[in-house]
Nanobody, 121 residues
Framework: QVKLVESGGGLVQPGGSLRLSCAAS???????????MSWYRQAPGKERELVAS????????NYGDSVKGRFTISRDDVKKMVSVQMNSLKPEDTAVYYC???????????WGQGTQVTVSS
């Protein structure tokens, strides 16, 4: 049974930083490395949007326009984890953040339950 569990969310002041992590289970380390890993977020009343993604084996990264230059995604395939370092946080970054694993070759996709990030003074 594949499971993704996010952690690291919370309340932070504008300009602050948070690091979200997503731990995967139900994969071997090699299988995990074959999945693209992404962070999405969804704010109240808004559609879910891509925050950042990292390709299998970490070969490339991609960021949503609103977080470029502020967020950095990384993965540790041995630990089967993906993280996103979020700096210079803004109130508009407030959302539930979700971890997602997907593999195009067979269409498999898994989502975590989400972690709340609130940026407020």
């Amino acid at each position: 049974q594949v499971k993704l569990v996010e952690s690291g969310g919370g309340l932070v002041q504008p300009g602050g930083s948070l690091r979200l992590s997503c731990a995967a289970s139900g994969f071997t380390a090699f299988t995990f490395s074959t999945y693209a890993m992404s962070w999405y977020r969804q704010a109240p009343g808004k559609e879910r949007e891509l925050v950042a993604s990292i390709a299998p084996f970490g070969s490339s990264t991609n960021y949503g326009d609103s977080v470029k230059g502020r967020f950095t995604i990384s993965r540790d395939d041995v630990k089967k984890m993906v993280s996103v370092q979020m700096n210079s946080l803004k109130p508009e970054d407030t959302a539930v953040y979700y971890c997602m694993a997907d593999r195009r070759v067979d269409g498999r996709q898994y989502w975590g339950q989400g972690t709340q990030v609130t940026v407020s003074s």
